[in-house]
């Protein structure tokens, strides 16, 4: 079987969202959660996150029960230590969350989102210069 490019995949898998992601997604798209601009099924690395704020460096991810399985946690591990040693920070969330909790769901990103951006723009530039 042939190793598929991520973007190739990513698109695949925008098609073929479950139906946690979906209800995330009409929630997020268009900026409509605090004008973050969301993008699903996007590349980093060699793994594709269900949702990523560039801006914000932040990543969701909507698990299934299959998430509760040990090989699944391993990987979700290995995964979140690679993306949060680039700078990402990660939020995980059990797809019966979205479902019973999606307010509580969306604010718990914002508030991620929001602190984010305000780190991120606190710090100094590579010069060391202030922004």
Not at 96 to 123: C, P, Q, Y
Request: aromatic share 10%; hydrophobic share 35%; with cysteine.
């Amino acid at each position: 079987m042939p190793i598929r490019k991520p973007h190739k995949r990513a698109r695949n898998l925008r098609k073929t969202m479950p139906e946690a992601e979906r209800r995330l997604w009409v929630r997020l798209r268009n900026r409509q959660l605090g004008d973050f601009r969301f993008r699903r099924q996007h590349s980093i690395g060699p793994y594709i996150a269900d949702f990523a704020c560039i801006e914000a460096m932040l990543v969701i991810e909507c698990d299934g029960e299959q998430h509760g399985f040990d090989a699944f946690r391993a990987h979700d591990a290995k995964r979140d230590a690679f993306l949060e040693s680039e700078g990402w920070t990660v939020l995980r969330f059990w797809n019966r969350e979205i479902h019973d909790n999606m307010d509580g769901v969306l604010e718990t990103i914002h508030d991620a989102a929001r602190k984010s951006v305000l780190f991120l723009r606190s710090k100094p530039d590579e010069s060391g210069d202030e922004n």
